[in-house]
């Protein structure tokens, strides 16, 4: 039994293919990069309190450089990144809170950061996930710790602690808390740990907010001043990734540390939920397309294909009318296709 559907034919869709693949996936305007919000661009500064309008200036070549980038938020927040990752540190008046130690040789670098700020021990890390590429240099500051003559706290979500054990070999919490309002005290401040919606049962996804400075952090949901980074960060589902990113956006902040990116705000996070408004826009326009224009005409003998060559046509279709309003954006060349795959898989929606 064959199966009947408007397609582009063979040839069509190659040329199609061809004029969506016409940038490189390093593809960078003359210009530079467009700002996703409208940014001023300043250069960092342990001093300078950051504005929530201002951004870091040439932040991926000073991380292709191997600069220890850091910011400061407020009195006493502090904003890092090495290597691309970012993370949150605290000074206190006896000792420092840091929000993750990051991996891969990245922790000595971290608290190379630190310590340009003050040379107060870091007495407090919070694993924040349990990702191992924000986590296995912990060691390093239990180290570092006990050259001080100090016993380090190591603080995670109970949800976080059940894959550490499992799965990381790094040095095991020392406090858990529920990922349920579950919160701690930091010389004063507190420490607040909000679980984040996932269609999966088991996840330890959370955002976590220094509460009088509202400062936060949340490895992976967004990449400020960037397209989401492929695969939308490693989300577990794409309607996950959707409605963490309602959730985050009800919380009490001012600046967030994604992970990666720059420093984030309210905006980054209302920029990114446009962005896939636009991209979802874009698919059912595709689909209208598809169709409706009559490109060509083929016989299919299973249903399988059929899907097939229309997802394809949508695929390329799509991007083009994204990149429209996105192309000039940090990131975008390399990591639509990802996002077409995950909002089109399983079913075509």
């Known amino acids: 039994m064959y199966y009947k559907s408007l397609i582009v034919l063979a040839l069509f869709g190659a040329a199609s293919f061809q004029a969506c693949a016409h940038r490189d996936i390093n593809y960078m305007p003359e210009d530079g990069y467009a700002s996703t919000v409208g940014s001023e661009y300043v250069t960092p500064s342990i001093k300078r309190m950051l504005k929530s309008n201002q951004k870091i200036k040439d932040l991926a070549k000073l991380n292709f450089d ?82 001080k003559g100090v016993k380090l706290e190591i603080i995670a979500s109970i949800e976080s602690a059940k894959v550490i054990k499992q799965n990381r070999k790094i040095p095991a919490p020392t406090k858990l808390i529920s990922l349920d309002k579950g919160s701690f005290e930091f010389e004063g401040v507190t420490v607040k740990a909000h679980g984040l919606t996932s269609t999966l049962e088991e996840h330890d996804s959370a955002i976590w907010i220094i509460e ?66 636009d991209m979802e826009k874009s698919v059912r326009m595709a689909f209208k397309e598809y169709r409706e224009k009559g ?55």
């Open 212 to 277: 009088q400075d509202k400062v936060a952090h949340q490895p992976h949901l967004l990449n400020p001043d960037q397209i989401p980074f492929m695969n939308f960060a490693g989300a577990r589902s794409y309607d996950s990734y959707k409605m963490q990113l309602a959730q985050v956006q009800s919380f009490d902040w001012i600046f967030l540390s994604s992970g990666h990116g720059d420093i984030g705000t309210m905006a980054d996070v209302q920029f990114t939920q446009q962005y896939i408004n």
């Open 295 to 349: 490109l060509g005409e083929r016989e299919f003998n299973n249903h399988h294909a059929m899907f097939h060559a229309g997802r394809d046509y949508v695929n390329v279709r799509a991007v083009e009318l994204l990149r429209e309003k996105y192309g000039d954006v940090y990131g975008f060349e390399a990591a639509v296709q990802s996002h077409m795959n995950m909002f089109l898989s399983p079913l075509l929606r």
């Open 66 to 147: 191997g600069e220890v980038i850091v910011q400061r938020l407020t009195e006493r927040s502090y904003w890092l990144q090495y290597d691309f990752y970012s993370v949150i540190f605290y000074v206190g008046d006896e000792g420092v809170l840091l929000l993750d130690p990051l991996a891969y040789g990245k922790g000595k670098k971290v608290l190379e950061g630190i310590r340009r700020v003050t040379n107060k021990p870091v007495t407090t890390l919070v694993y924040t996930s349990s990702r191992a590429d924000h986590l296995e240099d912990a060691t390093v500051f239990v180290e570092a710790a006990e050259a």
